[in-house]
């Protein structure tokens, strides 16, 4: 009887160690990944698209126009800055809501508030209540990533997450590429009221569908009930502060390209909302083939014997310098608005391909049960820098405008988010730590639930 333990203890050791080292079975090696998680990762692809149709329809609808004459420059900066705001505060919480609640119920409840306050924006009349409804929509908004990545935790093995969260996060380039042409249609076809209700009626709907179908793998149920890990305790582990901090740099970039391209076309080669609508779309399907791109290359590289730690180190630095590189050279090479549209494509791509591959940082790091509360508190600091550098920009397009051109005001800022962007990658290349499980965080759950 005795033999038989050692034996049985001994297999069990190897099937773990197997399972580490392959890194695509599930729990122990015991089951392959189900197949249902292609449409789970669907469900988290398709709210990420309705994310940015909600983010990008006060952009483009406020591009020319009605809109655009009650909302000035530096007015449009500070309502975005409104926005970011409630996102920062959202995200402080919103992780540790939906590791608590589980991701069917965290993930319904974010989109079910944020479309309601998308739909709110058909009643504004004024800048104060656009910014007080814009608001109220990032306070939605922020869930939408870690109940994505949660997701991606749970239905995903290591060596799929960049692959999966690329897919995911794709549709924030989707919805960007969508939005232009579909907001420039409906708000010239039936005005900037209807639009916001077409684009509500699409989130109810996959409210409904989510609800009905979405489940919590059966070998994540334990591990996801687990005693949640205190937020202090989370933002004194350097990979957690590291991750926070370098966010405040590289996120505003991405939100100055999806906020700022229609006002750019329009302000600086006089563009219409119609033109904008067609044409804008370009530097957002090149970000996608990022989102994809991005975590497929780390994954080819794993294939070839990197280890996943250095896979996704490397993979951030050549994307990271790629869009850091793209902006800082971009008032040098952009000689009208096809050039600049270009400029902004590779900017874009190299943003979304190192996000595919930082979003698979938590899952790599913390335990289960904490994932939706790292990216929670790392996505605060995406907030706080979307916070502070909309303004920045809005005050600096408006000034450098008024005493030289918009030319020089955009030059200008695309430089400085050149130079903020390798801020950030520094941060992540040399700061955060390695990208393994971290010891201590994972000693406090197991003694929490032993």
């Keep these: 009887m005795k033999e038989k333990i050692i034996k049985s203890s001994v297999k069990i050791q190897f099937r773990a160690f197997h399972c580490k080292q392959v890194g695509n079975k599930d729990f122990l090696g015991e089951n392959k990944p189900l197949k249902i998680r292609w449409v789970m990762i669907t469900f988290a692809f398709v709210a990420t698209v309705l994310n940015y149709l909600h983010r990008l329809s006060f952009n483009y609808l406020t591009a020319e126009g009605q809109l655009h004459d009650l909302i000035p420059d530096d007015a449009f900066g500070y309502i975005a800055s409104a926005f970011f705001i409630a996102y920062m ?155 926070t901090l370098s966010k405040v740099f590289m996120d505003p970039i991405w939100y100055f390209i999806t906020f700022w391209i229609g006002r750019y076309l329009a302000d600086v080669y006089g563009w219409n909302l119609a033109k904008i609508g067609w044409f804008a779309m370009f530097p957002f399907i090149f970000s996608d083939f990022g989102n ?21 180190k490397i993979s951030v630095g050549i994307f990271g ?58 996505s605060f600091g995406a907030g706080l820098g979307g916070m502070i550098f909309q303004s920045i920009s809005g005050v600096t397009i408006k000034n450098l405008s008024n005493h030289f051109n918009y030319t020089i005001a955009y030059k200008a800022v695309f430089i400085g988010y050149g130079l903020v962007a390798l801020i950030g990658l520094a941060i992540v290349l040399f700061l955060i730590g390695p990208l393994v499980r971290n010891k201590d965080l994972q000693a406090y759950v197991d003694k929490e639930t032993s």
């Design 292 to 312: 994809i791109l991005g975590g497929l290359f780390t994954q080819f590289i794993i294939k070839r014997g990197i280890k996943i730690p250095q896979a996704r």
């Design 89 to 243: 505060i959202s995200n402080a919480f919103s992780g540790f809501v939906i590791d608590k609640l589980g991701t069917r119920i965290g993930y319904s409840l974010s989109m079910a508030f944020w479309t309601s306050a998308g739909i709110l924006h058909a009643l504004a009349i004024n800048p104060f209540q656009f910014g007080f409804f814009r608001f109220l929509l990032g306070i939605g908004e922020a869930g939408n990533w870690p109940a994505a990545i949660k997701l991606t935790s749970e239905w995903f093995p290591p060596n799929e997450r960049s692959t999966a969260s690329g897919i995911f996060n794709s549709g924030a380039a989707v919805g960007a590429v969508v939005a232009p042409p579909l907001i420039a249609w409906l708000g010239t076809t039936y005005g900037w009221q209807m639009t916001f209700l077409v684009i509500g009626i699409l989130g109810y709907l996959w409210l409904a569908l989510f609800w009905f179908i979405y489940y919590t793998p059966q070998r994540v149920v334990n591990k996801t009930k687990t005693r949640i890990i205190p937020p202090l305790k989370l933002l004194r582990n350097r990979f957690v502060s590291g991750l």
């Design 321 to 378: 310098s790629i869009m850091a590189l793209s902006l800082l050279l971009s008032p040098f090479l952009i000689k009208g608005p096809t050039g600049a549209l270009v400029m902004l494509a590779i900017a874009g791509f190299g943003y979304a391909a190192y996000t595919a591959n930082t979003m698979a940082f938590p899952a790599d790091v913390v335990p289960e049960s904490a994932v939706a509360s790292v990216w929670g508190i790392a």
